[in-house]
T-cell receptor, first 114, second 117 residues
Framework: AQSVTQPDIHITVSEGASLELRCNYS??????LFWYVQSPGQGLQLLLK??????LVQGIKGFEAEFKRSQSSFNLRKPSVHWSDAAEYFC????????????FGQGTELSVKP | GAGVSQSPSNKVTEKGKDVELRCDPI?????LYWYRQRLGQGLEFLIY????????KSGLPSDRFSAERTGESVSTLTIQRTQQEDSAVYLC???????????????FGQGTRLTVV
């Protein structure tokens, strides 16, 4: 079955600390992987995406993610968190080289304490 | 250019009434998606359009839900005889899919918050 698992429902980090949000996926074909961020009352904004090439991808707002095929993981990282990063983060997987639905994880809510 | 536009932004309806939610995709985007997001939950896929055909409508929860799309333009999601469990934010997204090319990123609208009372 196709699925995305984000094991952490809620994470709290101190401003300036590093961050890692976990994402594991189960997908029968070559995956196309995404991280989206949703701020309160806002739509979803794409942070980064991966489909091939270098397994470490850079995104907007200083975020990066590493694809590990052997672990079926696509974890999101940021070296130093800012208070404005507080939001909900969603990992998603979709089909490569064809149209089709994106399957989303349940999301991880990030809180940043001063 | 304009992003994905959804209307209304908020809708309160009485149980048993029908509602129509509208999505205007980004011009030129051939693929269009509807998702539902219940409070505190992830995004639940409803239906996907490629042009005006729907290759995947597997996520529609019941026959009370239907969607249509005119050409490669506006889409409407209709919920008949609304129930309280239909209360959620309904998100629309569109993406530019070129034949033989990659599944490019999906751009999301702000959503329609539906409350069934």
């Amino acid at each position: 079955a196709q699925s995305v698992t984000q094991p952490d429902i809620h994470i709290t980090v101190s401003e300036g600390a590093s961050l890692e949000l976990r994402c594991n996926y189960s997908y029968g074909a070559t995956p196309y992987l995404f991280w989206y961020v949703q701020s309160p009352g806002q739509g979803l904004q794409l942070l980064l995406k991966y489909f091939s090439g270098d397994t470490l991808v850079q995104g907007i707002k200083g975020f990066e993610a590493e694809f590990k095929r052997s672990q079926s993981s696509f974890n999101l990282r940021k070296p130093s968190v800012h208070w404005s990063d507080a939001a909900e983060y969603f990992c998603a997987v979709g089909p490569y080289n064809q149209g089709g639905k994106l399957i989303f994880g349940q999301g991880t809510e990030l809180s940043v304490k001063p | 250019g304009a992003g994905v536009s959804q209307s209304p932004s908020n809708k309160v309806t009485e149980k048993g009434k029908d509602v129509e939610l509208r999505c205007d995709p980004i011009s030129g985007h051939t693929a269009l998606y509807w998702y539902r997001q219940r409070l505190g939950q992830g995004l639940e896929f409803l239906i996907y359009f490629q042009g005006n055909s729907a290759p995947d409508k597997s996520g529609l929860p019941s026959d009370r839900f239907s969607a249509e799309r005119t050409g490669e333009s506006v889409s409407t999601l209709t919920i008949q005889r609304t129930q309280q469990e239909d209360s959620a934010v309904y998100l629309c997204a569109s993406s530019l899919r070129l034949s033989g090319s990659l599944n490019t990123e999906a751009f999301f609208g702000q959503g329609t918050r539906l409350t069934v009372v």
